[in-house]
């Protein structure tokens, strides 16, 4: 730690910071355009200028790295002309936009030109201001260069942080402009965070371009459930609408950033929404009241015997929803509960894959991905699975020169990973050069995808494999477990930790063709996995490939219209709140559950919110403390609990097919997603580019 002064107080910093840093721990505001936490330093905005003693002149407090005794005032009257005279060469180019910019009343130009710009002006005469070609970024950056400051932070988090490093500067002083070097979109995942990053309103949110003031709008803080990271949100509603989503601050998981689809996929809310209950009759459904609905799916189930029952949960289940489902059936006399992940074919997990709870969670935590050194992915792309842990894994690649390999089809990462080919014998033979790094690695990662879910034989294969080769990482860290299973659905984790998702591969089998199947919001199940007689019910939010299917259709609340509670992938409980009402007649899925089990005879022993939380508590402790990541077991316990189980043939694994990712397009993976225009536009503009970037690297190599 260092001492230093600032306005004659003693702060202690830790060595290394910047005097901006210490001017914050002192209590003290200095003013910011280009200067961001976490990007790298520019020094270019010159608006955070602070006197030193011995300086003969004002410093830049972001680029200025603190010494011991060093004595810094932010109040005296060079600080204050300073500023002033920043703030007016900024202000002398800047277009009169503000009454029709979406970023006034929060735009950071308008706060600090108010608190620390003249109270007057010498610009009288109307002066040729400069004058800036907007760029076209894609479908969901809007941009206005005639406003830009050139504080380059979105060029520093496209490098950085994104990976896009088409993003940058060309020219200098006066003509110097941001935008890329050749006409192309901004193709990332996470294009959007250059909107929140954008000090004045240069970057906007093109999607819902002067559709809203920020003072009518009303704000809710909640959790993300597009994946299964769990980022922190923050819903902005008018009325009855969803108009806009927006990162909150979370170390442990997501920084400040979001993707492209939790910010943007909200308009898929507005369509295609059930709003009554629905009953088929012949080729079409007609409206029906809940009790007439509820009675029908009532009757279906007493007909059915209870082998022929079974239940599938969608990616947007919550957690009282899916112990409500799981009690019922249970009551049912039924165990046949499955997950989407195992869609299209209900194909069961693997044996003793549920039961320790490290088995199906990211254990490194997604802080820890930041730690390290040698990373395989095993059917797995993190970059459209998880777009926030994969900014984690850049992060590793860019500091701690981490080494990745992945065995899974041809993917498009951004940061340098080698190809194994898409057999799992790769796993089990390790004998390309890159496992001598991973076993050498202090902080070594074998990421598992849950798309080895959909072949339960290559799951139990790949989950022995790799828990044989964390082992052999003997040099690891103390502590440190290597395996990690990457979710994807953010109902994943928590059906796992209530026991819903119990089912074998092997009594998935054994057990004679369905006649009722209960559908939680599951639209990936194929068709051909059901039998033509069977009767289906759909519940969920949205008329998509479920609901077609069904008998009778129960209309339930989105994630933004709900208080419920979801488990991310490292097992981290978190709570989302409602932000609207549900449509009409929809309702909370736990709800529904409850009424549908007083129709069938067994009601649920809990008639609120709060009793099916005790419920959820009773079942898995882990459910008693939200926002808590539970620790889990180090590699070598859950190696040697795993090695307990029957090991595949080395026969049989080299029958096994080609691994396969279960993500072929990121924007549209649910049914929020396939309903919204904004990722419809956004598929169409970076998955062909995407795909031609993937051929010319290729080409390149």
Known sequence: MVEVFVDGRPVQVPEGSAAIQACELAGVEIPRFCYHERLAVAGNCRMCLVEVERAPKPVASCAMPVMPGMKIKTNTPLVHKAREGVMEFLLANHPLDCPVCDWGGECDLQDQSMRFGSDRSRQHEPTGRRAVENKNLGPLVKTSMNRCIQCTRCVRFANEVAGAEELGTTGRGNDMQIGTYIEKTLATEMSGNVIDLCPVGALTAKPYAFSYRAWELKRTESVDVMDAVGSAIRVDTRGTEVMRISPRENDDVNEEWISDKTRFAFDGLKRQRLTHPLMREGDRFVPCTWEAALGRVADAARAAQPEERIAVAGPFADAESLV??????????????????????????????????????????????????????????????????????????????????????????????????????????????????????????????????????????????????????????????????????????????????????????????????????????????????????????????????????????????????????????????????????????????????????????????????????????????????????????????????????????????????????????????????????????????????????????
Not at 541 to 559: F, I, M, N, Q
Not at 585 to 597: E, F, G, Q, T, Y
Request: one cysteine or more; proline letters at 6%; charged letters at 20%.
């Open 324 to 701: 409500a489902l799981k009690d019922l059936f249970n009551r049912w006399d039924s165990e046949h509960l499955f997950l989407e992940t195992n869609a299209p074919e209900l194909v069961g997990q693997p044996a003793g894959f549920a039961d320790l709870r490290a088995n199906y969670l990211f254990n490194a935590t997604i802080v820890g991905a930041e730690q390290a050194d040698a990373v395989l992915f095993v059917g797995t792309n993190p970059r459209h699975e998880a777009a926030i842990i994969n900014t984690r894994f850049r992060k590793a690649f860019l500091h701690n020169r981490c080494d990745f390999a992945a065995i899974s089809p041809e993917m498009t990462l951004n940061y340098d990973c080698v190809n194994l080919g898409d057999s799992l014998a790769a796993l089990t033979d390790a004998k390309h050069p890159f496992f001598e790094r991973l076993r050498a690695a202090k902080h070594p990662m074998i990421v598992l995808g849950s798309g080895l879910l959909e072949r339960p034989d290559a799951a139990q294969h790949a989950l022995h494999a790799a828990h044989a080769l964390a082992k052999t990482c003997t040099n690891a860290a103390p502590g440190w477990t290597a395996v990690n299973f990457l979710q994807r659905q953010a109902s994943a984790a928590a059906a796992f930790d209530l026991g819903f998702a119990a089912t074998t591969a092997a009594a998935a089998a054994k057990r004679p063709a369905a006649k009722f199947v209960y559908l939680l919001g599951a639209d990936e199940v194929a068709p051909a996995a059901l039998p033509a007689d069977a009767f289906v019910v759909y519940q969920g939010s949205h008329g998509d490939a479920g609901a077609a299917l069904a008998d009778v259709v129960l209309p339930g609340a989105a994630y933004t219209e709900k208080s419920a509670t979801y488990v991310n992938t490292e097992g981290r409980v978190q709570r989302v709140r409602a932000a609207l009402t549900p449509p009409l007649a929809a309702r909370d899925d736990w709800a529904i559950l409850r009424a549908l089990s007083e129709f069938a005879g067994t009601p649920l022993p809990y008639a609120s919110v709060q009793g099916v939380r005790a419920r959820l508590a009773e079942v898995a402790p882990s459910f008693a403390a939200p926002n808590v990541q539970a620790a889990q077991p180090t590699a070598l316990a859950v190696a040697a609990a795993v090695a307990a189980k029957a090991k595949p043939s080395k026969a049989k694994a080299k029958a096994l097919p080609a691994v396969t990712l279960p993500v072929t397009d990121f924007y549209l993976t649910d049914a929020i997603s396939r309903n919204s225009r904004t990722m419809a536009q956004c598929s169409r503009a970076f998955t062909h580019q995407i795909a031609e970037s993937a051929h010319e690297a290729h080409i390149a190599v």
